[in-house]
């Protein structure tokens, strides 16, 4: 089992910035990807960014490469997201997850999961 705990969202105006943290426990993580994904009201759970925790390759959503930085500190067993020029179309719940192998893209995949944390991006 992995535990994955979501914070740092909140409420932000138009081209601030947020960083979100997913803190993550349980077993060897160096076996998995972590992945951030988003869903917006009445909208489907979509894919934002991923990260292999052994070997720090990344993928990003093509829409938000540019604003969103996916990193891991190795040292907390924590996984960020940095949000630069936020729009309010970023509005969302953002969750953590995470699965084991490539690729890292499929929502499917991912079979552990955080609660999520909500981010408000003002006009």
């Known amino acids: 089992q992995v535990q994955l705990v979501e914070s740092g969202g909140g409420l932000v105006q138009a081209g601030g910035s947020l960083r979100l943290s997913c803190a993550a426990s349980?077993?060897?993580?160096?076996?998995?990807?972590m992945g951030w994904f988003r869903q917006a009201p009445g909208k489907e759970r979509e894919f934002v960014a991923a990260?292999?925790?052994?070997?720090?390759?990344?993928r990003y959503a093509d829409s938000l490469k540019g604003r969103f930085t996916i990193s891991r500190d190795n040292a907390v067993n924590t996984v960020y997201l940095e949000m630069n020029g936020l729009k309010p179309e970023d509005t969302a719940v953002y969750y953590c997850?995470?699965?084991?192998?490539?690729?890292?893209?499929?929502?499917?995949?991912?079979?552990?999961w955080g609660q999520g944390t909500q981010v408000t991006v003002s006009s």
């Open positions: 990260i292999d925790w052994s070997t720090g390759i990344t």
């Open positions: 349980g077993r060897t993580l160096r076996n998995y990807a």
């Open positions: 997850a995470a699965k084991s192998g490539f690729p890292l893209q499929i929502i499917k995949h991912y079979d552990y």
